[in-house]
Structure formats: C-alpha cells, structure tokens
C-alpha cells in the first residue's frame, strides 16, 4: 500500500461505488487534472469504452470514442508504481505528454506498462464494481461513470 493520503476520488459506477487514493506523492500534476475534472463535473455520464478482460477497464473520453479529452495534455509523470490490480493511470497517445482527461483501472498484473504512463491512484473499495463494467472495445452497453468526487 503506498504511503498515506487523505485524498479520494470517487466513482459511482452503474456497477457500483469505487473509492481511489489519489497519488499525489507520485503524480501532482494528474491528480490536480483529475481533480479538478472531477469537481466540474466532466466525468459525470461518461462511459467506459475500453474494458479488456484480465488488463483494464479505460473511461473518461467526452465522446466515447477513446479519442476525446478534456481541452488541455499533462506532461508525464512516470514512476516506479507498478501497474498491478488496482492501479489507476493515464492514458495517452505514443506521446507521452498527452494525458488528458482519459484513465484506466488494471484488472491485474500490466507491468509491461510500468515506467511508460503515469500512475495517479489505487483502488482501495469497490474493485468489484470495476470487475463488473461490460467488456468490450467498446462494450455493446458500456459502464457509466455516475459521478465523480473528490474528498478528504
């Protein structure tokens, strides 16, 4: 478990609820970018588009597509964070300073990303909310992102 944080980003999922530690200690800049996203409802009715089985369910994307974001990319912020189940990172495109407003939740072990997108967050409940968003690229019909909080 990482070292202690009081701040939690939480998603009420069509699956259920999902609290995050956010990361700061490890990524300031996206979590500011999450947050933020988060208290001016961006987040709100946003779907997942991208749920893989046994690798990771990726949301935050306006239009659904995995091409959308948010109006403004944050530079990468890589980390010696292991991507492993639980971990919450950014997505981008092959540049690496073009995270935006997309994330993605591992199901299990991706190490293979490790060191080349930037870790943000845990999940610390509701992991099996996020086992149960619909797989698909994209699914038929997508898991949607209810809210978006910030607390603590």
């Known amino acids: 478990m990482s070292e202690t944080n009081d701040k939690f980003l939480t998603l009420k999922l069509s699956t259920g609820d999902v609290k995050i530690r956010l990361r700061p200690d490890l990524a300031p800049k996206h979590v ?3 947050s933020r996203l988060a208290d001016e409802g ?3 009715g946003l779907t997942f588009h991208r749920v893989i089985d046994g690798f990771m369910a990726q949301g935050g994307c306006p239009d659904g597509t995995g091409m ?3 109006g403004n990319h944050v530079d990468a912020e890589f980390s010696e964070e292991s991507h492993q189940r639980g971990i919450c ?3 981008r495109s092959q540049n690496p300073n073009s995270a935006s407003s997309q994330f993605f939740i591992c199901f299990d072990d991706a190490s293979f990303l ?3 997108y930037t ?3 845990e999940v610390v409940s509701g ?3 996020v086992d149960a968003l619909p797989k698909g690229e994209p699914p038929a019909n997508p898991g949607v992102i ?3 909080s910030v607390s603590g």
Do not use: H, L
Request: proline share 0%; net charge negative; charged share 25%.
């Open 68 to 70: 959308g974001g948010a």
């Open 119 to 121: 870790v943000w967050g």
């Open 114 to 116: 490790d060191r080349q």
């Open 89 to 91: 990172s950014m997505a």
């Open 42 to 44: 961006f987040y709100d």
């Open 127 to 129: 992991m099996d909310a």
């Open 32 to 34: 500011e970018q999450i």
């Open 146 to 148: 209810e809210s978006a």
